[in-house]
Every structure is written in C-alpha cells, then in structure tokens.
Nanobody, 127 residues
Framework: QVQLVESGGGLVQAGGSLRLSCVAS??????????MAWYRQAPGKQRELVAS???????DYADSAEGRFIVSRHNAKKTIDLQMTSLKPEDTAVYYC???????????????????WGQGTQVTVSS
C-alpha cells in the first residue's frame, strides 16, 4: 500500500512563507506516479487543486497560486514540496497531498484521477 504523509503546516502571518512536504512510502524503489498534486479545502468549500507536477517535471498552478507558490518533485527522496510565499488569509485551508494519474484536462475541482490521498495538514494565515 502507498502512504502519503504531509508536514509543514501551521500558523503564519499574512505576507509570510511556509513550506509543505509530502513523503511517499510503500512504493518500493520506483517513484513514478504520472501525476502528483496539492489540493486544499476550506470549511464549507469544495476541495480544489492548488498545484500539480507530472513524473516528467511539468508543473501547473491554479490562478490563485500562480506567482506565489512553487511545487517541486524530488524523486530520490520520494517527496513533493509546496513552497508558499506572500500568503493571504484566503489561503487558509487543509492542504492535501495526492498521487495518481495525470490531473490535466479536468477542472480544479475534479479529483477522480487521484489514487492516494494524504491525511492533510492545516495552514492558517492570520491578518
């Protein structure tokens, strides 16, 4: 079984930075998920895609994240990171790591491609 574990969430002031990490286990020597991504979900809101990265290193970002967030994939460490800067209160949400087939071509609300989810890590941005 594949396990995804997120870390790095916490409380940060508006304008600050935070780095999230997700480590995969149970995958053997291969780290070849066609797609990996970060989603987020605020209370009472739909879960939405924030950033994705393919096995080839191609990245994509939601409009709300582009220019502020950077997603990176580190195959040797079996991790993906999300470096968040210029954080805003509207970034407050539970952030989830996801792995599966490519999410390309779907809306930011489509999660049907995901085979594995992390447990989530809380990010809170204060004014």
């Amino acid at each position: 079984q594949v396990q995804l574990v997120e870390s790095g969430g916490g409380l940060v002031q508006a304008g600050g930075s935070l780095r999230l990490s997700c480590v995969a286990s149970g995958t053997g020597t291969a780290f070849n998920f066609p797609g990996m991504a970060w989603y987020r979900q605020a209370p009472g809101k739909q879960r939405e895609l924030v950033a994705s990265v393919t096995s080839g290193g191609t990245t994509d970002y939601a409009d709300s994240a582009e220019g502020r967030f950077i997603v990176s994939r580190h195959n040797a460490k079996k991790t993906i990171d999300l470096q968040m800067t210029s954080l805003k209160p509207e970034d407050t949400a539970v952030y989830y790591c996801a792995a599966g087939r490519s999410p390309r071509g779907g809306s930011i609300y489509w999660t049907g491609w995901v085979a594995y989810w992390g447990q989530g890590t809380q990010v809170t941005v204060s004014s």
